[in-house]
T-cell receptor, first 111, second 111 residues
């Protein structure tokens, strides 16, 4: 099945710094999504991408759907303490509800 | 805005017992998905339903079954529970082909 490789595994940054994380796959996805999960809570959808090459922003978050449809990145600008959590990329193939997740990037923001 | 509702939020069962988890999707969402997330792991897709019919099957054990009812809520039935079934169980819902929104999860502990 499709495997998503998400990196980095963890990041420790200072408040105010920018963050970048990415996901790659050996398979093509038709939809890329980025979720944030706090401990013991459900993943919260941040950004959904539907077209190859699409660049979408949501406040301080920016994500892009790679041209090859095999990768995506998420950038967070001017990080704040509440950005702490685990960020997951997820890929989905049309007509297939089996959404695959990356292993997650654990973000720690130091005030 | 209304979100996905899951109940119970916490459940403690003994080995070999059965458990039933419930999921109430966002209004007008007709597709529900079930995921299992072990400690430090990413969510693993179990099964999904569209319009009360099973639409996709992932890594759901044979001891588990699920269904979607006429009001679109879904139940995950788990029998002969094992220690390894201890995990967070998430339900997500979506409109057909659209992004998935996750519920807060049920934490199942098998002792």
């Amino acid at each position: 099945g499709q495997q998503l490789n998400q990196s980095p595994q963890s990041m420790f940054i200072q408040e105010g710094e920018d963050v970048s994380m990415n996901c790659t796959s050996s398979s093509i996805f038709n939809t890329w999504l980025w979720y944030k999960q706090d401990p013991g809570e459900g993943p919260v959808l941040l950004i959904a991408l539907y077209k190859a090459g699409e660049l979408t922003s949501n406040g301080r978050l920016t994500a892009q759907f790679g041209i090859t449809r095999k990768d995506s990145f998420l950038n967070i600008s001017a990080s704040i303490p509440s950005d702490v959590g685990i960020y997951f990329c997820a890929g989905q193939v049309h007509n297939n509800n089996d959404m695959r997740f990356g292993a997650g990037t654990r973000l720690t923001v130091k005030p | 805005a209304a979100g996905v509702i899951q109940s119970p939020r916490h459940l403690i069962k003994e080995k070999r017992e059965t458990a039933t988890l419930k999921c109430y999707p966002i209004p007008r969402h007709d597709t529900v998905y079930w995921y299992q997330q072990g400690p430090g792991q990413d969510p693993q897709f179990l099964i999904s339903f569209y319009e009360k019919m099973q639409s996709d099957k992932g890594s759901i054990p044979d001891r588990f079954s699920a269904q979607q009812f006429s009001d679109y809520h879904s139940e995950l039935n788990m029998s002969s529970l094992e220690l390894g079934d201890s995990a967070l169980y998430f339900c997500a819902s979506s409109s057909p082909g659209a992004e998935q929104y996750f519920g807060p999860g049920t934490r199942l502990t098998v002792t």
